[in-house]
């Protein structure tokens, strides 16, 4: 069964893509974090040919492409159009989100621009693990918004149960805190997936993509 299956969406090399998306995805970049701290940004991307693949393509049970890929016009404009391209770790992320998902017994709704985040989209500032395709901003659960300390509070209590490792931003209105939504992240995880591109050109690529 596991060799009949094959995932839906094309691995690709960020560094073999054309030069506008580059410019906008820095793949394998160094960037700093809000605590100065250097991450490398991600290489390998899934290639999304369209909306309607977005849509009809299953990370989970419950969570389906198009919901981590929501952005508007603060997003770069090279990224607003298709193909799209988002981290391979994303689909860490989908799992994760299941296990959040048995915990609440409800739907969980991701806020527009609370997923996928390229590194040039306006809201990304410092280095945020949305660029990693491994965080996630939850407006809702089930019929409960949460736009409240008691409500945020509780459901990242929950979902930091239910997802080893999994970081939460504090209640409150400071920055790096939040008060209309739960942000749940799983760090800056980087992903190369079985049957990625062979890498050829090696270390000096990416010098040159810099």
Known sequence: MGEAYRFPLRIVDGLRLEKPIRDALLPARVVYDEDGLPRKLPRYFYEIPSWEHAMSTQLSDNFALWEFIQTDVREAAPLRAFPRYVPCAITLLALSLE???????????????????????????PATPHSWGT???????????????????????????????????????????????????????????RGAPEDHLGFNAERRAS
């Open 99 to 125: 296990r959040f998902r048995e915990a609440v017994d409800t739907f969980v709704h991701i806020a527009a621009n609370g997923g996928y985040r390229s590194p040039r989209h306006a809201m990304s500032g």
């Open 135 to 193: 965080a996630v901003n939850i407006y809702r659960i089930g019929d409960v918004f949460l736009d409240d300390r008691e409500s945020i509070e509780r459901y990242a209590a929950m979902a930091r149960q239910s997802i080893p490792g999994a970081w939460t931003r504090p209640f409150g209105t400071s920055k790096g805190q939040t008060d209309d939504h739960l942000h749940v992240d799983l760090g800056y995880v980087l992903s190369m997936p």
